[in-house]
């Protein structure tokens, strides 16, 4: 990221529209091969396999904070042929980066900066790694390439689903379990885990996965099936990147009907008051009365956008049925007062305006979800839990996960959002505005591995909700993330306060923080991804030293030549 200067004259608003910004989200989006010249190709990748096609791509991460230009990538139409391509990449000195939708913050996948000689292959697993099975009554397989959209819709078509999922359905699956993808679901006051469900992350459902790993007695790189009950396997389920898993199968279970009301009439104050300050409409209450929140809360106002499914197995009569999921067209399609506002801040630096973006967020989303009719939905999981496209506006985001009891829920949401207010309103009092999203906040339980019943199967040792050994009374995370336009002046200084306070705050003895992998952290005052106190010692420390040695050291062994990495995951493992 990088900052800019105040400009306080009023700019031209007409610089900037709203097809130009949809535009601008649109070219982000989509990331063209340009067919190779086979010459070039082999010159510059002599011997590659014959039967898989070269082509040069762009790379770009969801903000396009992260791009590289020019890359080589190619698209294998079988874990075989994939297999092969791995080996090429070993033998010829190369780097392999599987690419699915490449909806992400972190460098896990490309580093910027990184040219278009680099010997870095981009593998593209949308176009073929998208098969789809049932295994069982109570399982799929699928590839990895396969959306979330498409994974929910082939489950919602044989009756089955999930307890909650990230909310852009454009998520691939492989990316989804790498960095132990996660919705917001805790159990209701009073409600039981539904048979094949679990209130973790995606990662904690996989019963077996098949990866492109070294076999020392081939000399080669081959694919092996892992099961949940082996050692290895638990390092392979949320991998950040440094394995490349081809196809998996979940358990999953019977479907639910999900009814989600919003309301935007609850104000910060309320919702996020200390426990004991009254019985008000606490983030807490509407956690125990329906298990799944969120909650969006645009900066510089005071009502956020409160979001609250519960399990409804008929159809209330204020509801109105939804048959397909995004909902939400007010939010995926901006809005021409935010587009214009959007503009004037990117293009005319006018980052003041940040509290009138903020306003004008807030008076979309109340206004849209009347005039749309979407404050009460209900209909089956996918179409609720689904409502976030690439169109919607495209922000930074921090992100990080405390893991605590829930019964200190409210706790750790009041002091965070305390101090959110009170160092936003310092920045504003000397000119600056470093948010001018929203923040969002999630609360989910722990990776259980007794979810998926598999005997002997353990929870993934990098997820940031594996349960720590030593705190068995903690069972939930809440999940804290600050939104803001990309090159906002002194937006890391301010992320940095931010995640020194929750590191300060939740250290380990009634509440634990940890970083979310896909998205920012580690910040210094002009940068992200850069703290190398928290990238070297907090964030393994936060892990565990013996799951993140455990982890690191089966990534090692099963890809011993590094294949599977980057600077920056060289940088992060040591």
């Known amino acids: 990221m990088t900052t800019g200067s105040t400009n306080n004259h009023p700019p031209d608003a007409s610089s900037w529209t709203r097809r130009r910004l949809l535009l601008t989200a649109a070219a982000l989006a989509a990331v063209p091969g340009l067919p190779a010249d086979p010459a070039a190709a082999a010159a510059q990748l002599p011997d590659f396999p014959g039967d898989v096609a070269l082509y040069r791509s762009a790379y770009r991460n969801w903000v396009g904070e992260i791009t590289a230009d020019g890359l080589w990538a190619c698209a294998p139409d079988s874990p075989e042929r994939l297999a092969a391509v791995v080996n090429w990449a070993w033998r010829h000195g190369w780097r392999v980066r599987a690419r699915g939708a490449s909806h992400g913050w972190s460098p896990l996948t490309v580093t910027e900066g990184t040219p278009s000689g680099a010997p870095v292959l981009l593998v593209d697993t949308t176009p073929h790694l998208t098969g789809l099975a049932l295994d069982s009554p109570t399982a799929v397989r699928a590839g990895t390439g396969v959306t979330m959209e498409a994974l929910l819709t082939f489950l919602e078509g044989h009756g089955l689903g999930v307890t909650a999922a990230p909310a852009p359905g454009v998520l691939t699956l492989g990316g989804a379990l790498a960095v132990d993808a996660h919705g917001t ?62 196809e998996v199968v979940l358990r999953v279970g019977a479907n639910t009907d999900l009814r989600c009301v919003s309301r935007t009439d609850v104000p910060a104050g309320e919702l996020f008051a200390a426990p004991g300050s009254g019985d008000g409409r606490t983030f807490a209450s509407y956690l125990d009365e329906a298990g799944r929140v969120e909650a969006i809360w645009f900066a510089f106002t005071e009502h956020p956008w409160l979001k609250v499914w519960s399990v409804s197995p008929t159809r209330p009569l204020t509801s109105r049925k939804v048959t397909r999921p995004y909902n939400y067209p007010f939010s995926d399609n901006i809005p021409g007062p935010v587009a214009e506002l959007v503009g004037r801040m990117t293009s005319d630096a006018a980052w003041y305006l940040a509290p009138v973006l903020g306003a004008a967020q807030y008076e979309a989303a109340a206004l849209g979800l009347v005039t749309t009719l979407s404050a009460d939905l209900w209909g089956p999981s996918k179409n609720t839990l689904l409502y976030l496209k690439p169109s919607t506006l495209r922000v930074h985001a921090d992100g990080y996960a405390v893991l605590t009891s829930r019964d200190r829920v409210q706790e750790v949401v009041s002091e965070f959002a305390a101090f959110y207010r009170e160092r936003l309103t310092a920045y504003a009092a000397r000119g600056s505005f470093p948010v001018n999203g929203s923040v969002e906040i999630r609360v989910t339980g722990l990776d259980d591995p007794g979810d998926v019943e598999v005997s002997g199967a353990r929870p993934p040792l990098l997820s940031a909700l594996r349960p720590p050994e030593e705190h068995p009374e903690w069972d939930t995370a809440v999940w804290l993330d600050v939104l803001t336009l990309p090159g906002t002046p002194d937006a890391e200084a301010f992320l940095r306060e931010i995640e020194r306070f929750l590191l300060r705050t939740f250290d380990g003895g009634s509440a634990l923080t940890r970083v979310e992998w896909s998205k920012g952290w580690a910040y210094t005052d002009d940068g992200v991804w850069s703290d190398e106190e928290v990238l070297g010692g907090v964030v393994p420390a936060a892990v565990g030293t013996a799951a993140w040695a455990e982890a690191d050291g089966v990534l090692d062994r099963l890809d011993p030549h590094r294949v599977y990495g980057n600077a920056f995951l060289d940088r992060l493992f040591g």
């Open 185 to 246: 679901a805790v159990p209701a006051r009073g409600e039981r885990r539904r048979s094949g469900h679990t209130y973790g992350s995606l990662s904690n459902l996989v019963l077996s996965l098949t990866a492109v790993v070294w076999d020392s007695g081939a000399g080669a790189y081959v694919l092996r099936t892992f099961h949940r009950e082996e050692a290895d396997c638990a390092a392979l389920l949320t991998h950040l990147g440094r394995s490349l898993v081809t």
